[in-house]
Nanobody, 117 residues
Framework: QVQLVESGGGLAQAGGSLRLSCAVS????????MGWYRQAAGKQRELVAR???????NYADSVKGRFTISRDNAKTTGYLQMDSLKPEDTAVYYC???????????WGQGTQVTVSS
C-alpha cells in the first residue's frame, strides 16, 4: 500500500523560508516521480514543481527562482525548499507520487502554508 507522509509547512512572513518533506512508502525509489501541488482557498489545485526518477525538474512560472524541489532516493523522500515566500504562496500543499511501473498516482494529506505580509 502506498503512503505519503508530509511534514513541514506552517506560518512564515513574506520573504521568509519554509521546507516541506514527503516520505513515500510502498513504491521503489527508482520507479517514482514526485511532485508538489497547491490549492489556495477558492481556487483549483495547481502544479508547483515536479522531479522525475532521473532528477529532472520543472516548476510553475510563479515559483521559479524561489522554490527548489529535490529528492533523496535512499529514503524515497521528496523536499520542497521555499524561499522568498510571498502572501500569494498561501495554500494547502500536497505531495504527489507517480508509480511509473504500476501507473498509479497517490497523494499526501496536505499541509497548510500561510505567508503573512
Amino acid at each position: 500500500q502506498v503512503q505519503l507522509v508530509e511534514s513541514g509547512g506552517g506560518l512564515a512572513q513574506a520573504g521568509g523560508s519554509l521546507r516541506l518533506s514527503c516520505a513515500v512508502s510502498g513504491i521503489a525509489a527508482q520507479a517514482v516521480d514526485m511532485g508538489w501541488y497547491r490549492q489556495a482557498a477558492g481556487k483549483q489545485r495547481e502544479l508547483v514543481a515536479r522531479i522525475s526518477r532521473s532528477g529532472s525538474t520543472n516548476y510553475a512560472d510563479s515559483v521559479k527562482g524561489r522554490f527548489t524541489i529535490s529528492r533523496d532516493n535512499a529514503k524515497t523522500t521528496g523536499y520542497l525548499q521555499m524561499d522568498s515566500l510571498k502572501p500569494e504562496d498561501t495554500a494547502v500543499y500536497y505531495c504527489n507520487a507517480r508509480d511509473t511501473i504500476a501507473l498509479t498516482s497517490s497523494w499526501g494529506q496536505g499541509t497548510q502554508v500561510t505567508v503573512s505580509s
